[in-house]
């Protein structure tokens, strides 16, 4: 289990949009099934003193923390202001905050990942769902019944993917130890390679599932960057250069990377990587 | 989204960054008069916001006697399947040496890159390729407003000191415009002094209306209708039809016909909230295109409910086959409705995807 435990208060910021009373919900009904704290308090400028799906409103971090113990905040703000609520949190001392929003500006989403980055405030995000360890908290939007504790790590720069994947190792019997949506943006907080320096340091993390796709060179970075045995899977092999496949980050611009070079670059440092998301659980019980 | 060089030269402009003297003309007629201020040579430049567009034609020197014919002929050109409606005409420069100047998005180091080479004009692929130690970059830390003056002369290194003023200027450009992409290839240094003669400019999708900027071109129209509906779409040459929830899964999907060794027509990526308005919604869009012959639905999410996907593909009462693979809440009443409507609906998208690829042989 990494960057966060049953013990963690949760704020929740944007908590009174629709998203965030409903998110707010489902995370507390997963902390009440873990005996986990879950979220304390929900944090929409302007909105203090109101009450959303059990749980007190403030109008600002600093304001709720004056009530609350929370080292975490999950992020449900719209674009335009998403990139502030990073600041908010990383400036209220939080120690990770996780942007679930999409379509933040990538210009914004730099500032303010530099700014978390003075305060020693972990960003995952943003345009992720964030991160679930089975049987310990959940900190966004993944379906939780598809997974199961265990000692696999999952990193992806998708949503719906990752629940396939970790569909997939359950019903292989491959429980997981934290399960880690970093975004799928250009430009985000943690990468493959601060994720997987986290689970270098944990005992209960025995192997990695990297799920990556087109754009940029991180899922390579990340794997040349640990010692920890690592499964691949790289979405986007049939996708045309120069196009935007839905992700603001999934664009192969400039001739670099596309799907081949980076499955070319990860199988020449000795990482096996799946041609189908189905051949992931024999990858990764070769590597157990 | 991608500025033509006009509208980017005209920014850089803006900010102070010398460009040579030209405008903009609509049919060959207008070019008597851009002439008479433009001297006896000049530079005609189609433009259409294609790579290489100078090898393909686009690019061509002219002089009053077949200014109007080159002219002529650029206005009947298409450059990467982009008819050319508009040319830029500009003098012609007395060119003493080309540099490379870009600033880009950092992914890994999470800031603005700054790419400077003092052999600039070729592409900057192969620049990278064959001359990898003629390319020098300084990375910028996000809060800093000017380059420092020690990045800027280690990206110099003798080359004049006067490109430093440009690099200011450039950076403010891609600060200010929230730029992905500020390109000068080539900057060119004259008798005159320092012109950019190549002007890129790419703009982030997601703050086009804050820059004042109402419609992305970038998108065919399909593809902008699409967009109103809050989908990513794009249109690509095969004949299976596919929609997903979430990009990594949508791509996987076509993955995974290319696999089978099928072909897909489009990716189609609903969002989060399939419900039964916007499942409808993307079966008639993708139906819509005439080369797709079969379609496979791939929707699976904790909170989407079948129930409610089942009838949204029911009611868009499309002719072509529709194969479905739903996982979520409801799975039972979602397959029970798709069934009585004669559909097909199977358990993982392995299964639905070599259905679909089968449907098309």
Do not use: W
């Not at chain 1, 013990?7 to 995370?27: P, Y």
């Not at chain 1, 320096?197 to 040349?224: C, M, N, P, W, Y």
């Not at chain 2, 004949?239 to 899964?249: F, M, P």
């Not at chain 2, 998208?349 to 042989?361: G, K, P, Y």
């Amino acid at each position: 289990m990494i960057y966060a435990d049953k013990d963690c208060g949760v704020i929740v910021t944007g908590a009174t949009g629709k998203q965030g009373v409903f998110h707010i919900s489902l995370m507390n009904s997963y902390a009440r099934e873990v005996g986990g704290r879950g979220v304390v308090a929900g944090v929409t400028p302007g909105k203090g003193g109101q009450e959303v799906a059990g749980v007190p409103v403030f109008n600002s971090i600093r304001e709720a923390l004056r009530e609350h113990d929370a080292t975490v905040s999950v992020i449900f703000v719209p674009a335009a202001a998403a990139a502030d609520s990073i600041m908010e949190s990383a400036s209220a001392g939080m120690s990770l905050a996780v942007a679930i929003t999409e379509h933040i500006p990538v210009h914004d989403t730099m500032k303010a990942i530099a700014f978390a980055h003075l305060h020693d405030c972990a960003v995952i995000g943003p345009n992720c769902p964030g991160l679930l360890s089975p049987g310990a908290i959940k900190l966004g939007i993944m379906p939780v019944h598809l997974s199961m504790r265990g000692h696999v790590g999952v990193i992806s720069r998708s949503g719906t993917l990752t629940y396939e994947i970790v569909d997939q190792l359950t019903r292989a019997g491959l429980g997981q130890s934290t399960i880690v949506g970093i975004g799928g943006d250009p430009v985000i907080g943690q990468t493959f390679t601060d994720v997987l320096r986290r689970f270098e340091e944990d005992d209960q993390t025995r192997a990695v599932v990297i799920i990556g796709e087109v754009g940029g060179s991180l899922e390579e970075e990340g794997a040349k960057s640990t010692d920890l045995p690592v499964a691949a899977y790289i979405a986007g092999v049939s996708a045309p250069p120069e196009k935007r496949m839905g992700h603001a980050g999934a664009i192969i611009e400039g001739g670099e990377g596309d799907a081949r070079s980076k499955i070319e670059r990860l199988q020449k440092m000795g990482v096996p990587v799946a041609r189908r998301p189905s051949e992931i659980p024999r990858l990764i019980r070769e590597l157990l | 989204m991608k500025l033509l060089e006009h509208e980017a030269r005209k920014i850089f402009a803006e900010h102070g960054i010398p460009v040579p003297a030209g405008s903009v003309i609509r049919s060959p007629g207008e070019l008597a008069t851009v002439m008479d201020t433009l001297g006896d040579r000049i530079v005609l430049k189609a433009q259409v916001e294609v790579g290489g567009r100078g090898k393909k034609g686009g690019v061509l020197v002219a002089d009053r006697s077949n200014a109007q014919e080159l002219a002529s002929r650029l206005f009947s050109m298409e450059i990467g399947g982009i008819p050319v409606r508009e040319v830029l005409a500009v003098e012609y420069l007395d060119i003493r040496h080309e540099y490379y100047l870009s600033i880009s998005v950092d992914r890994s180091r999470k800031c603005a890159l700054i790419l400077f080479s003092d052999q600039g004009g070729v592409d900057i692929e192969s620049l990278a390729r064959d001359r990898p130690d003629a390319l020098r970059r300084a990375a910028i830390p996000v809060l800093m407003d000017r380059v420092p003056p020690f990045m800027i002369r280690d990206l110099l290194s003798g080359a004049p000191a006067e490109i430093g003023d440009v690099i200011n200027r450039l950076y403010s450009v891609f600060c200010r415009k929230d730029a992905l992409l500020a390109e000068i290839n080539p900057l060119v240094m004259t008798p005159a002094g320092l012109y950019a003669a190549d002007a890129k400019l790419v703009i982030d999708d997601n703050a086009l209306r804050r820059q004042g900027i109402a419609q992305n071109r970038d998108l065919t129209e399909r593809e902008r209708e699409a967009e109103k509906h809050g989908f990513s779409y794009v249109e690509l040459k095969g004949d299976i039809g596919v929609i997903g929830n979430g990009a990594g899964l949508t791509m996987a999907t076509l993955d995974l016909i290319q696999y089978y060794d099928g072909s897909a027509a489009n990716f189609l990526d609903v969002g989060g909230g399939a419900d039964q308005e916007r499942v409808m919604h993307a079966v008639r869009l993708v139906a819509a295109d005439p080369s797709v012959r079969v379609i496979v639905v791939n929707l699976l999410g904790g909170i989407t409910r079948c129930d409610e996907v089942a009838r949204g593909i029911i009611a868009a009462g499309v002719s072509q086959p529709v194969i479905v693979r739903l996982a979520g809440t409801n799975e039972k009443e979602g397959r029970e409705i798709l069934r009585s409507s004669g559909y097909q609906m199977l358990d993982s998208m392995e299964e639905a995807v070599r259905a679909a690829v089968e449907a098309t042989r």
